[in-house]
């Protein structure tokens, strides 16, 4: 068993979005990413199967998709598979928390 606070752990960055491995198994991944206003993680995507989800913890901001964008606050949970291109824009200080399955 393992326990962890995200709010206490994961820290911001002027220069640019912070990154904290929380779980990494066979399973599943979770990792928490934290932007500071204006930052962002840009469109990607994997070539595998699998699905990943990418929940807003605090702040709000965009889902980025190929071509389109969707508002993204506190409590909004996007989830996709992990071929589809995906990214996140912060337009507030933002917390999100994204679970990839199974892991890359």
Known sequence: ????????????SDKAMKKLLVHDSPY?????FNFKAGQEL??????????LSIQVLEG?????????TLPAKTGDILICEIAEPHG???????????????PL
């Open 1 to 12: 068993m393992k326990m962890m606070n995200i709010f206490e752990e994961g820290s911001f």
């Open 28 to 32: 599943f991944r979770i990792i928490n």
């Open 42 to 51: 840009p469109i990607h995507s994997h070539e595998l199967e699998g699905q």
């Open 60 to 68: 709000e901001g965009e889902y980025l998709a190929k071509d389109k």
């Open 88 to 102: 996140v824009r912060a337009v507030t200080d933002m917390r999100v928390l994204v679970t990839i399955a199974p």
